[in-house]
């Protein structure tokens, strides 16, 4: 293959800033004082904290320093599986960051707020319009808090009709949030499992549908990467006992204007534009997860919502049955701001290819790859490909010494052992910023991999020896951190 990504590099050590700083070195000098000093009172005094005194170079190079560690999707391939983890536009950033936008205070009167209005309001519009749905929020400040979101408008629904349900299926392709999100509205997750197809079949659901079931949540296209074919035939056996059909849009990149949901009988659904829609997702935030509904749900949207009335914006919270508030001020305006100026230059046109060719490139690599590792369902994917590692385990190796090692080529490890339907599995989402050029030397380096953890396994089990840091003991990370300077 040609030369790894990760082979070279001017990577500089970097001690901790409690080790580099010297006594009587400041960061900062103040102009000569022309008045008498004045001390402050004893109650408005204290011993400060024990921070290290520093010169100003010294805190630009260590932080210059720190982020030239950190790896990103501006830095490299991040194949990072059911997280979309894609190039997004600098245009958008620059959008997000015009004075009007970034210096609008929240608390302003709507009279003095019409450009955010505005842009809220035609964004709910084109979300419900590309989801097939007829009435948006953007208040949700995550996916998963757009699953609670959806889950509220459902108990708001049934308690509005008199009725009390206690049950949600959530399929065993489902992110892991669902049920989660199912059970703090007071529901009881039903699991089902999909059929070895890897979806969800017809039979499966009727068998645990029944009129105490709020309904379903279903991943669509779900957490193996898969198309749920019988969603429609589910949709209808779901409504025919009085249920909601609720989406998790979280994998939306593969579809986005191919499938509108609302057509194919979902009733609820959220979206993560910070993932799909031009905002760098990772790192703490922040995120938007705005929830798409069909017309019966629409009076239970949080308030207040962005109306508009004569061309005039404003925001109303004139409706009795909503679930109330669930974000702050306006919600997340930035990730908006980003998801509006994608949309708008995009097009619906560039829409639909941008998830076709994320399709398109999830599939080239699972051919590539298939043989090599193991492919755990062979047939066409959708955005993303799930492999395992039983091909390996002859030699000993197991999915995280193959991500470990990916690092010493310079790639950003998939997702690894996720969904956990797939022993040892490895998730790898490519979509579509990706050059074809960057997806083959991706997948010369796994098949560089695999043909070591046969000749020399001990090189993937002392992975990485690339990096900055060797493999941790992640045992002792997760349960006893240390996280004290």
Not at 221 to 244: D, F, S
Not at 304 to 312: D, H, K, L
Request: one cysteine or more; proline letters at 7%.
């Amino acid at each position: 293959m040609k030369e790894s990504l990760g082979a070279n590099g001017l990577i500089l050590n970097e001690p901790l800033l409690w080790e580099k700083g010297k006594k009587g070195r400041s960061g900062f000098s103040l102009p000569r004082r022309d008045v008498e000093s004045s001390p402050l009172g004893q109650g408005l005094t204290c011993e400060g904290p024990e921070l290290p005194d520093l010169s100003e170079i010294d805190v630009v190079r260590h932080y210059t320093r720190l982020s030239q560690w950190n790896f990103g999707v501006d830095t490299g391939m991040y194949p990072l599986g059911s997280c979309t983890m894609k190039y997004s536009p600098k245009t958008n950033e620059k959008q997000a960051s015009l004075p009007g936008f970034a210096g609008a205070h929240p608390l302003l009167p709507a009279a003095l707020s019409q450009g955010v209005l505005q842009m809220m309001f035609e964004l709910q519009q084109y979300l419900a319009e590309i989801t097939g749905m007829d009435a948006a929020t953007l208040q949700p400040a995550a996916g998963a808090h757009g699953e609670l979101t959806g889950m509220l408008l459902m108990y708001a629904f049934y308690k509005s009709r008199g009725e009390r349900r206690s049950k949600i299926i959530v399929p065993d392709t489902a992110h892991g949030t669902n049920p989660a999100s199912a059970a703090l509205c007071g529901y009881s997750p039903v699991p089902v499992k999909s059929n070895d197809q890897g979806i969800l079949s017809v039979e499966a659901i009727a068998e645990v549908m029944d009129e105490n079931t709020a309904g379903i949540m279903v991943t669509n296209p779900n957490t193996l990467g898969l198309y749920e074919e019988n969603i429609h035939k589910i949709a209808e056996i779901v409504h025919a006992k009085g249920g909601i059909v609720y989406c998790d849009g979280a994998n939306m990149n593969a579809v986005m204007g191919v499938t509108r949901m609302g057509e194919i009988g979902v009733d609820v659904m959220h979206l993560n534009l910070h993932k799909t829609f031009s905002t760098p997702h990772g790192g703490g935030g922040p995120g938007s997860g705005p929830v798409c509904v069909k017309k019966g749900l629409e009076p239970f949207l949080p308030v207040p919502r962005v109306m508009e009335e004569n061309g005039i914006y404003g925001l109303s919270e004139d409706f009795p049955e909503s679930v109330g508030k669930m974000q702050a001020f306006h919600g997340n305006v930035g990730v908006m701001i980003k998801a509006y100026s994608y949309i708008r230059s995009m097009g619906p046109k560039n829409l639909k290819k941008a998830s076709q060719l994320a399709v398109l490139n999830a599939n080239y690599i699972k051919e590539r790859l298939k043989g090599t590792l193991h492919l755990a369902y062979d047939r066409p994917c959708m955005h993303e490909c799930v492999f395992s590692d039983k091909n390996q385990t002859a030699h000993k190796i197991a999915t995280i010494d193959m991500a470990k090692r990916l690092m010493d080529y310079g790639f950003h490890p998939p997702t690894v052992y996720f969904p956990l339907v797939v022993h040892g599995s490895i998730m790898i989402e490519p979509t579509e910023t990706e050059s074809k050029e960057d997806i083959d030397q991706f997948i010369e380096a796994f098949k560089t991999i695999a043909n070591e953890a046969g000749r020399n396994p001990e090189l993937l089990h002392d992975a990485p020896k690339r990096c900055k840091v060797r493999r941790l003991d992640e045992t002792t990370a997760a349960r006893k951190p240390c996280l004290a300077g």
